[in-house]
């Protein structure tokens, strides 16, 4: 399996267990489980092939994805249990942060081959990156956590896609934009998080 | 007028009708009492055609059903006086349990239509059937009903929805696979609530 | 700079800072301000050209007002304040009047454009005028404003969507038929608000 598949996998799995642990916490049964994850995995991205028209979805074409979540969904709980002693803060927050920068460059490019402006694509990345965790607190009735925390979390997203449409403009090597702006929002979002830096 | 027309039009009131109950019950004025009843009524089936990227929605098309609820919000008040007095809960949940094998077995026979793979189209027939009161609730600022109470609700559309499924692929006569299924929904929705079944 | 053009960015512009006051009242960091302010400015417009399966978007075409509400979020406060000091409430009001009569016209002529019945095209045009403010209340996690306080703000824009139809079919000129329409919501909705009249 290519490395880009791994990754997409675990940014996809990383988002549906921070919809698990949400809907768990609202008492959600087996029906709310699978639809908050779903949503939190797929969200900004459907959010965004819907604003610019594109079909079919990601999720659509991979129905692999989301059986996958349906099967999760229905031992939802003792998977929490076991990724809760497997997985420390810090994978949690590692495996996060690689999906932001995937979900997010995976988003600018989109937007980039749809044609839009610059500033344009850059928010469509931003969209993708953060806009499944917006939906799933909006279902889970909360204020949504990456719109009020004061965290370095969308801005680092939105810094890694200038930073690819920069490179893309300069005549940068497609690939090497890319891979090397996804990881400039995941190092950057993981030092900001060791630094615990604040926005006002 | 043919039986389906009859069913298609009880299943939109009572989804209505839900709709009116919650948007009075947050002290909604005539506004809110239209415009949650509409979302409830086509919230489903109208998010079901965005993610098909199928139009003219439902409701376009047939706009009198559109201008029916409108007038119903008109008399909101009354109305539901009225249908309370009439409308024991048993038929209430009768008429509801109708709607939603009618909703699903169209949302999953759309998107078989539109090329849909299985799995999704069965995840289309149920959002069909649910996502109405999802956005009813989440437009009210309440957890969703539907993913939190732990009755069958969602699980009866997606049973039905796959019967559907299995029926078209063995090649039983489409008219057939649609009324059973729909049938079997509504059926197995008022064996659960007879028998008080609960999900964890 | 023609007339039109000045009353669009006010409007845009006013429901960016409604957008503003609200995400701040939340305690929202510059990432939500934007994403709220946004949401309000250009959530109604939205919604509409995705209902109608219309591309591209407003504000893709038009980036300058998504990167004019991005340089304002980054200054929100100090913006928020001075606003505050020279805006009089009855200026705010006035302004808010002038976007929803522009933005309402605006959605149910794009809608007959599209070939929409005319009910649907009424109602296009208060989905435009007032989602947008739906929209922030959901994010924000309220109970939409305009839902519930019983004052006449979509019936303005719903009458004056009916006005601009009615000229329309009796071969009123466009423009006349446009502009006196919005004037109309604009001096309805002044006139209730001064006069504050109450729905139930």
Same mark, same amino acid.
């Given at each position: #399996?290519?490395? @880009?598949?791994?990754?997409?996998?675990?940014?996809?799995?990383?988002?549906?267990?921070?919809?698990?642990?949400? =809907?768990?916490?609202?008492?959600?049964?087996?029906?709310?489980?699978?639809?908050?994850?779903? *949503?939190?995995?797929?969200?900004?991205?459907?959010?965004?092939?819907?604003?610019? !028209?594109?079909?079919?979805?990601?999720?659509?074409?991979?129905?692999?994805?989301?059986?996958?979540?349906?099967?999760?969904?229905?031992? =939802?709980?003792?998977?929490?249990?076991?990724?809760?002693?497997?997985?420390?803060?810090?994978?949690?927050?590692? +495996?996060?942060?690689?999906?932001?920068?995937?979900?997010? *460059?995976?988003?600018?490019?989109?937007?980039?081959? +749809?044609?839009?402006?610059?500033?344009?694509?850059?928010?469509?990345?931003?969209?993708?990156?953060?806009?499944?965790?917006?939906?799933?607190?909006? @279902?889970?009735?909360?204020?949504?956590?990456?719109?009020? !925390?004061?965290?370095?979390? =969308?801005?680092?997203?939105?810094?890694?896609?200038?930073?690819?449409?920069? #490179?893309?403009? =300069?005549?940068?090597?497609?690939?090497?934009?890319?891979?090397?702006?996804?990881?400039?929002?995941?190092?950057?979002?993981?030092?900001?998080?060791?630094?615990?830096?604040?926005?006002?």
């Amino acid at each position: #399996m290519s490395l @880009i598949k791994i990754i997409e996998i675990l940014a996809i799995l990383i988002s549906a267990f921070s919809g698990f642990i949400e =809907a768990r916490s609202k008492k959600m049964d087996v029906v709310g489980v699978f639809t908050v994850a779903f *949503i939190t995995a797929f969200g900004g991205g459907t959010l965004r092939d819907i604003l610019l !028209d594109k079909r079919p979805l990601f999720w659509v074409t991979h129905q692999e994805y989301a059986i996958l979540i349906f099967l999760l969904a229905l031992v =939802a709980a003792p998977v929490i249990r076991t990724l809760r002693k497997i997985a420390s803060e810090r994978l949690i927050v590692i +495996a996060d942060a690689l999906g932001l920068g995937l979900f997010s *460059i995976a988003g600018v490019s989109e937007a980039l081959i +749809a044609g839009m402006p610059l500033f344009i694509a850059s928010m469509m990345g931003v969209i993708t990156g953060i806009f499944g965790g917006i939906l799933r607190d909006v @279902i889970c009735n909360e204020i949504p956590m990456v719109l009020r !925390d004061g965290r370095p979390y =969308a801005i680092c997203s939105f810094a890694g896609c200038w930073m690819y449409l920069l #490179m893309q403009k =300069a005549g940068v090597p497609p690939d090497f934009a890319l891979w090397s702006s996804a990881l400039a929002i995941c190092g950057l979002r993981l030092a900001t998080w060791v630094k615990g830096i604040r926005l006002d």
